[in-house]
């Protein structure tokens, strides 16, 4: 399973140049950030776990990813979402059509309540229980440091081949609105 050492390809737009590191290479399952947010989950072993609770969007990567990763485990994945439309439960489609084969249950929190209650208030049950790891959404933790410690670790590596000595590493933070941050090494 690869979920490392992804290649870095050189690209050009509006005549400036720059390389891409492409982590879209990475084994399908754990593609991009996914990979490198969930690496320490896949070599984490601690037999109490039976549960892998999170929350998020119905058509969410970290779905899918979330939902390899306890099939790899031998856990249940419990995912929450607010709903789930009524056409995609009809035609399973995409993440969540692949985390239903992969043997998630995905919990529409619209219909646990009487009004509007965010996923996230539904997880917070199974934070105390031995045997649950939850996630918050997306696959952010601590743990997440490693795989994003690796991803470094390749950078730095490659850029020592480069002959220019500064480099700008931008890096795509997930939030709700678009949002790039660079890094000079």
């Known amino acids: 399973m690869k979920l490392s050492d992804t290649p870095v390809t050189q690209h050009s737009f509006n005549n400036q140049p720059f390389f891409l590191k492409r982590d879209d290479q990475l084994h399908s399952h754990f593609t991009g950030n996914k990979a490198r947010k969930l690496m320490a989950w896949l070599e984490y072993s601690n037999s109490d776990i039976t549960h892998l ?9 970290s779905l899918y990813s979330m939902a390899a990763l306890a099939s790899i485990k031998g856990w249940k994945l419990e995912f929450f979402v607010d ?6 439960k009809e035609k399973p489609t995409g993440n969540y059509r692949g985390a239903l084969e992969l043997g998630a249950t995905v919990h529409e929190t619209s219909k646990l309540e009487s009004g509007p209650v965010h996923p ?18 997306g ?6 440091e490693q795989g994003v410690a690796q991803l470094a670790k390749e950078i730095i590596s490659w850029s020592r081949h480069l002959s220019e000595p500064a480099l ?3 890096c795509h933070l997930e939030q709700e609105q678009p949002h790039f941050t660079s890094i000079n090494i």
């Open 83 to 88: 709903r789930i439309p009524q056409w995609l």
């Open 120 to 137: 996230a208030e539904h997880v917070e049950q199974f934070r105390t229980l031995k045997h649950c790891l939850v996630l918050e959404e």
């Open 53 to 61: 609770i999170a929350y998020g969007s119905v058509q969410a990567n």
């Open 168 to 170: 700008t590493v931008l």
């Open 139 to 144: 696959g952010r933790s601590v743990r997440a």
